[in-house]
């Protein structure tokens, strides 16, 4: 199966960076409402891949390998339209809302993501609330398909593009990783991150604001 990295932006500074390093970058149109409809755009130049794989630039801590298993399960799930990763979430991060949760079923299978605490743990421990980390991976097919679909009402609500999946009816599987990766959401992430980068010595877990 054939495999690339490619930087898609509509930002002539960033398609600039990302060639000074040799990457593969592609400038797409500066009009997508969503990283999503950014990623369909490139997706629809490439139909010789069948799984494509989002990392965020939001989330610049993710674990190469986590994004090798994200899409080994995609492939060895073909009932599942699109796949994404949960981790443990900080206590502190309960009522953060931009700290996104995400429930699933006992297939793995998300059922709701949320900005609101979800479980409530009226029973403490029976279910640890999880974190959904910002990185995706879909099926090309479903993900033109998804692009083209209408924002739908619990999307709106929540402004979780992710729900539009789940409103018409498409199987979202979830892969869980212990490690919490930052993610950038506020100034004080980013320094969190640099912090991170520059010596390693960033508390991951700290969701300080």
């Not at 699109?82 to 809302?97: C, G, I, K, R, Y």
Request: with cysteine; net charge negative; charged share 25%.
């Amino acid at each position: 199966m054939p495999t690339a990295v490619i930087i898609a932006t509509d930002d002539e500074r960033i398609l600039r960076a990302a060639e000074g390093f040799g990457a593969h970058a592609v400038m797409t149109a500066a009009t997508h409402r969503t990283g999503t409809d950014r990623l369909a755009e490139v997706a629809a130049q490439f139909p010789e891949f069948e799984i494509i794989v989002n990392v965020q630039g939001d989330e610049p801590c993710i674990e190469p390998s986590l994004i090798d298993r994200l899409a080994s399960s995609l492939a060895a799930h073909p009932d599942w339209a699109m796949a994404t990763v949960s981790a443990p979430l900080a206590e502190a991060d309960f009522d953060n809302p931009n700290a996104v949760k995400v429930v699933c079923n006992l297939a793995g299978e998300a059922l709701y993501f949320s900005r609101s605490l979800l479980p409530y743990p009226r029973e403490t421990g029976v279910v640890l609330p999880r974190k959904h980390l910002g990185m995706y991976a879909y099926r090309r097919d479903f993900l033109c398909t998804f692009a083209a679909l209408p924002p739908t009402p619990l999307e709106q609500a929540e402004s979780l593009e992710q729900l539009r999946a789940l409103e018409h009816g498409y199987r979202i599987g979830v892969i869980e990783t212990e490690k919490e990766s930052i993610g950038i959401d506020t100034p004080a992430d980013v320094e969190r991150v640099r912090a991170y980068f520059e010596g390693g010595t960033a508390d991951e877990n700290d969701t300080s604001r």
